[in-house]
C-alpha cells in the first residue's frame, strides 16, 4: 500500500520506496516480493533480459498496482504535491509508438481524401509552452518539418520524437522511460543522449530507464537495478554492475556457440521451395513517386531486388523507408499507382494482396503495435501462415508443428501456450519474427526487427537472419540504425534521404 510521507520513518531522503512487495492480482506477481528504491540524487537504469520482469518492477513502482503486502512509498519534495500521477511521467514502449493514440490506423492505409479529420502533429505539441524548452526540443528532435503532417503518416521514428517531445516539455520530477532509444536513427540517438545527461544535473529531475541492452546504459546513471527471473535484484552501482556483467557477457558468448551452430545447421537443412522464380527479379521500381499533398515521400525512385540478394535500407528517421517497404507489401493504396513489380510480375494485373502477401514474410514496429491480441502465442505464430492479424481458420497438425519448430529456433517454445498480451514488447517481438519465418518466404521484409530484444536475443535473431540467407534463393530486405545489427551476409544497399 501506499503511504503518505508524514507516516513515514525516513532513514535517509527518497523519492519512491518499495518493501517487500507482492502484488494484489496473482497475474502480475513476481516470483519474489520485490524491493526497490530511488534515493535523491540517484538515477536508476533497470536492466535484465527479455520477459525478466522489469515492466512488472515499474508498474509497482508508479502505484499501477494494488498491494497485498509491503509497502510503497514517496517523497516527492521539492515538487508541490506528493500525488504519483502528477510526479512520474512514464513513457512505455507502447506509449512512443502511438497505440494509446486513437487516432492511429495501420500506417499508409489512409488515403489523403479520407484524412481531413485526422489530427495534424502540430495540434499534439501546441500545449507546450512557447520558450527555451520549447526551441530546443523542436530543434533536437527537428519536430518543425513534421508539424504540418498527419499523424497516421509519421513514420515509427518520428512518432517516437513526437511522443518524446510532447513528454519530455511537463518537467516531471521523476521521468521513467522505457527503452527510450530504439527506433531512432544515429544522429537522434546521440542528440537524446546529451539532452538526457544535461536533464539529469537538473535538481529536481530523476530519470529512471528500463533497458534491454547493457550497452544502451549511459554513462550519468548512478545505479542499477538487476531484474532476472521475475525476481528484482539489489541496486548497484553502474562500475560495479558494468564489470560484473562483461564477465557474465563473457562466459554466456562461449555457451552459445554450441546452440547457435545447432541452430544453422537446423535451418540448412530446411527442403528449398522454388515457387515464384520465373523471374531473376524480386522486386522492381520504376521512376517510383509517392507524394502526401505538395510533399513527397519517395521521388522518382528506381530499384531492383534480384533473387538471393540480401539489402540493407537505410535513412533518417521520415525518409520513407516504411513507405517504400508499404509499396512492396501492397500495404499503401497508392502501390497500384506506381510501376511496381514482384517475382517479375507487374502490380496490378490481376493479382490479389493475398498472392502478393503469401510470398513475403514481414515485421516491422507499425506491426508491432497493430498486433494486439489476447490469444496465444503460437496462434500469432501461426497467423503468419494465411497473413492476417489473428487467426481465423485453424491450422492443420503438420502446420502447428512448424509453428512450435519456428518458436524453438527463436527460444520461445516455452510460452507458446501464453497470452500474446502477457508477454514482454521483447518476447512479442519474438513472437512476430517466428510469424514472419512460419512460412519459409521467399522474400523477407525485416523492418527494425532487433527492436526491444535483449543482448542474447539480438545475437541470436542475427544468427538466424544469417543462417536463413545462406540458403539458396532467399532474399532479404531489412531497415536498422545499428550498422552491427546487419547481418554479415549484406550484399547491398539503398540508402533513402528525407524529402523536405
Avoid at 495540434?123 to 527537428?142: H, Q, S, T, Y
Wanted: aromatic residues 10%; charged residues 25%; glycine residues 6%.
Amino acid at each position: 500500500m501506499s503511504r503518505p510521507i508524514d507516516n513515514v520513518a525516513m532513514e535517509k531522503q527518497y523519492t519512491i520506496r518499495l518493501r517487500d512487495a507482492v502484488a494484489r492480482n496473482p497475474f502480475v506477481r513476481m516470483a519474489a516480493p520485490a524491493t526497490a528504491e530511488l534515493a535523491a540524487g540517484e538515477h536508476i537504469a533497470i536492466v535484465g533480459p527479455n520477459g525478466a520482469g522489469k515492466s512488472l518492477l515499474v508498474d509497482m513502482l508508479t502505484g499501477k498496482f494494488l498491494l497485498r503486502e509491503g509497502t510503497l512509498d514517496y517523497d516527492f519534495r521539492p515538487a508541490a504535491t506528493n500525488y504519483a500521477y502528477k510526479n512520474i511521467k512514464y513513457i512505455t514502449f507502447r506509449d512512443t509508438y502511438g497505440t494509446s493514440d486513437f487516432y492511429y490506423c495501420y500506417q499508409m492505409r489512409w488515403n489523403q481524401t479520407e484524412q481531413d479529420d485526422v489530427p495534424e502533429v502540430g495540434d499534439f505539441l501546441n500545449v507546450i509552452p512557447e520558450g527555451d524548452v520549447r526551441d530546443r526540443l523542436f530543434r533536437i528532435f527537428e519536430i518543425e518539418p513534421m508539424l504540418a503532417k498527419k499523424v497516421v503518416h509519421l513514420s515509427s521514428g518520428e512518432l517516437r520524437k513526437m511522443e518524446l517531445a510532447h513528454n519530455l516539455s511537463s518537467a516531471p520530477r521523476v521521468l521513467i522511460m522505457d527503452n527510450p532509444f530504439i527506433g531512432l536513427d544515429a544522429a537522434m540517438r546521440r542528440q537524446l543522449y546529451e539532452l538526457l545527461e544535461e536533464l539529469s544535473h537538473t535538481d529536481s529531475l530523476q530519470i529512471v530507464l528500463v533497458l534491454s541492452m547493457m550497452e544502451d546504459v549511459p554513462d550519468f546513471i548512478t545505479h542499477v537495478i538487476p531484474v532476472n527471473d521475475c525476481r528484482a535484484g539489489a541496486k548497484i552501482s553502474l562500475n560495479d554492475y558494468r564489470a560484473l556483467y562483461a564477465a557474465q557477457d563473457a562466459a554466456r558468448v562461449a555457451d552459445e556457440e554450441a546452440l547457435f551452430a545447432c541452430i544453422d545447421k537446423r535451418i540448412a537443412e530446411l527442403p528449398y521451395k522454388n515457387e515464384n522464380y520465373t523471374s531473376d527479379e524480386v522486386i522492381r521500381f520504376s521512376n517510383v513517386n509517392i507524394r502526401y499533398g505538395e510533399r513527397y515521400i519517395l521521388k522518382n525512385l528506381d530499384w531492383t531486388v534480384r533473387r538471393g540478394e540480401v539489402w540493407a535500407l537505410r535513412g533518417q528517421n521520415g525518409s520513407g523507408k516504411s513507405t517504400l517497404l508499404s509499396l512492396v507489401c501492397a500495404d499503401n493504396p497508392q502501390s497500384y499507382a506506381c510501376d511496381i513489380s514482384l517475382f517479375g510480375r507487374k502490380r496490378g494485373t490481376g493479382e490479389s494482396i493475398w498472392d502478393i502477401k503469401k510470398h513475403i514474410g514481414y515485421v516491422s514496429p507499425e506491426m508491432h503495435r497493430a498486433y494486439m491480441k489476447d490469444m496465444p502465442a503460437i496462434e500469432i505464430v501461426a497467423s503468419g501462415l494465411f497473413d492476417t492479424v489473428g487467426l481465423y481458420r485453424r491450422p492443420h497438425p503438420d502446420q502447428m508443428g512448424i509453428c512450435e519448430w519456428w518458436m524453438d529456433i527463436f527460444g520461445i517454445a516455452a510460452i507458446k501456450d501464453k497470452s500474446f498480451m502477457q508477454l514482454s514488447s521483447g518476447e512479442q517481438r519474438l513472437c512476430l519474427l517466428a510469424r514472419a519465418f512460419v512460412k519459409d518466404p521467399e522474400l523477407l521484409i525485416l523492418d527494425e526487427p532487433l527492436h526491444g530484444l535483449d543482448t542474447f536475443n539480438r545475437r541470436r535473431v542475427k544468427r538466424i537472419i544469417e543462417a536463413f540467407c545462406h540458403r539458396r534463393d532467399k532474399t532479404l530486405i531489412m531497415v536498422t540504425h545499428y550498422d552491427n545489427e546487419l547481418p554479415a551476409t549484406v550484399s547491398d544497399t539503398l540508402t533513402l534521404c528525407r524529402n523536405l
